[in-house]
């Protein structure tokens, strides 16, 4: 004989629907947990995408190559899908003064780039300086203060590329023209630190950032644009020899103490062409190609 026995256990309401006794549901969620719930998805949509693509397509189980192909193979195809998902397709035209295939707003610029048959992108970003503590400037001044930095351009410039390691590495130069030091020509600007270090580079490494947020003590009236590029050298890090990716412009204006931002742009190779000179006498044990590395 079989007994069943009952026993009674408190019910308690699940979390995903509505209940009693002061029990968070999901549907009186705060706000914040909401959007936070909402946004871990579309942070996962863009990998999920791209596993579905190795997936269904078998690309792994026809692959006979190493690992580290495979790797970046896999990586590849992340790329696209975030542009993708980010709304950066290709426009139709390509408007006066943008490279081809660019994509720009008021304050953003998208750059796709090839080398050595992977693709990658150039993010910039231009935004304005509203807390220059919050950007190191304290650490530029000594503890001074730092309000006159409100309101100037701040520059980030990210490269997105699926390689690692040497096949990784990149270099930012940037010239500057401005109208409070020589506004007919354009200089190198390379940061303080290797003011006295015979490099083009003002930053190197794997896929490194461009950062700048120049800035003045006083808002007179001025130009200041700059050219910034991101370059390779055949060997990676063997050889001084520089060979420009891709490259944009962007700045600012001061006029009656109002700070208006230059529109980022690419900028095409007759525009590296045209600074060769600046920086074969800037860097005479250097060697640097003309126009633009094809992929």
């Given at each position: 004989?079989?007994?069943?026995?009952?026993?009674?256990?408190?019910a308690?309401a699940?979390?995903?629907?509505?209940?009693?006794?002061?029990?968070?549901?999901?549907?009186?969620?705060?706000?914040s947990?909401?959007?936070?719930?909402?946004a871990?998805?579309?942070?996962?949509?863009?990998?999920?995408?791209?596993?579905?693509?190795?997936?269904t397509?078998?690309?792994?189980?026809?692959?006979?190559?190493?690992?580290?192909?495979?790797?970046?193979?896999?990586?590849?195809?992340?790329?696209?899908?975030?542009?993708?998902?980010?709304?950066?397709?290709?426009?139709?035209?390509?408007p006066a003064?943008?490279?081809?295939?660019?994509i720009?707003?008021?304050?953003?610029?998208?750059?796709p780039?090839?080398l050595?048959?992977?693709?990658?992108?150039?993010?910039?970003?231009?935004?304005?300086?509203?807390?220059?503590?919050?950007?190191?400037?304290?650490?530029?001044?000594?503890?001074?203060?730092?309000?006159a930095?409100?309101?100037?351009?701040?520059?980030?410039?990210t490269?997105?590329?699926?390689?690692e390691?040497?096949?990784?590495m990149?270099?930012?130069?940037?010239m500057?023209?401005s109208t409070?030091s020589?506004?007919?020509r354009?200089?190198?600007?390379?940061?303080?630190?290797?003011?006295?270090?015979?490099?083009?580079y003002?930053?190197?490494?794997?896929?490194?950032e461009?950062?700048?947020?120049?800035?003045?003590?006083?808002?007179?009236d001025?130009?200041?644009?700059?050219?910034?590029?991101?370059?390779?050298?055949?060997?990676?890090?063997?050889?001084?020899?520089?060979?420009?990716?891709?490259?944009?412009?962007?700045g600012?204006?001061?006029?009656?103490?109002?700070?208006?931002f230059?529109?980022?742009?690419?900028?095409?190779?007759?525009?590296?062409?045209s600074?060769?000179?600046?920086?074969?006498t800037s860097?005479?044990?250097?060697?640097?190609?003309?126009?633009?590395?094809?992929a």
């Open positions: 004989m079989i007994i069943a026995v009952y026993r009674t256990f408190p308690r699940s979390r995903v629907s509505p209940g009693r006794g002061g029990i968070r549901t999901g549907r009186d969620k705060p706000a947990r909401k959007a936070a719930n909402r871990h998805p579309k942070l996962r949509a863009p990998g999920e995408r791209a596993n579905v693509q190795l997936r397509r078998r690309i792994l189980l026809k692959l006979r190559c190493c690992p580290w192909k495979a790797g970046l193979l896999a990586k590849a195809i992340h790329v696209p899908q975030v542009r993708e998902m980010q709304g950066w397709a290709d426009p139709p035209l390509t003064g943008l490279g081809e295939g660019s720009a707003d008021a304050h953003n610029l998208r750059i780039i090839t050595h048959g992977i693709s990658g992108l150039i993010a910039v970003s231009i935004t304005r300086s509203t807390d220059p503590d919050a950007l190191g400037y304290l650490l530029l001044t000594g503890g001074q203060p730092t309000d930095a409100c309101g100037f351009p701040v520059c980030r410039a490269v997105t590329y699926p390689a390691g040497y096949a990784a990149f270099g930012w130069t940037q500057v023209r409070d020589d506004p007919d354009f200089e190198m600007d390379p940061i303080a630190l290797y003011r006295q270090v015979l490099t083009p003002a930053f190197f490494g794997v896929r490194p461009l950062f700048d947020a120049p800035s003045r003590d006083s808002k007179y001025m130009d200041w644009l700059a050219h910034s590029f991101l370059c390779v050298s055949p060997d990676a890090v063997l050889t001084r020899h520089v060979q420009a990716v891709a490259g944009f412009s962007w600012f204006t001061i006029t009656r103490r109002t700070i208006t230059a529109r980022p742009a690419a900028l095409g190779p007759e525009t590296w062409d600074h060769l000179d600046l920086l074969k860097y005479p044990g250097w060697i640097f190609d003309s126009e633009y590395l094809s």
